[in-house]
Nanobody, 125 residues
């Protein structure tokens, strides 16, 4: 049984930082493509950042480049999302997801096999 458990969300002022964690059980993350998505109220789910399970390259949405960093700790079987210089528009529920590595875009959420339950991030202005 695969389980992804996110943590680290909360309320922060604009300009602040948070680090999200996604701990996996039932699968070894080193073998998977991993990604973070977010969904704001009334909006569609959007890709935030990902690490390819094939190349290990990292990819970011334009809106978070230079502010967010995704990293994977294989020893802890955990993926992190360091979020700096947070903005009110970053407010959303953040989800981690994993999929078997393939050559298709990391941005396509429907291709992911497993999802966490989400963690709320709220950025006040």
């Amino acid at each position: 049984q695969v389980q992804l458990v996110e943590s680290g969300g909360g309320l922060v002022q604009a300009g602040g930082s948070l680090r999200l964690s996604c701990a996996a059980s039932g699968r070894t993350l080193s073998r998977y493509t991993v990604a973070w998505f977010h969904q704001a109220p009334g909006k569609e789910r959007e890709f935030v950042a990902g690490i390819s399970g094939i190349s290990t390259n990292t990819y970011y949405a334009d809106s978070v480049k230079g502010r967010f960093t995704i990293a994977k700790d294989n020893a802890k079987n955990t993926v992190y999302l360091q979020m700096n210089n947070l903005k009110p528009e970053d407010t959303a529920v953040y989800y981690c997801a994993i999929k078997i590595p393939d050559y298709q875009s990391l941005h396509l959420g429907h291709l992911y096999d497993y999802w966490g339950q989400g963690t709320q991030v709220t950025v006040s202005s």
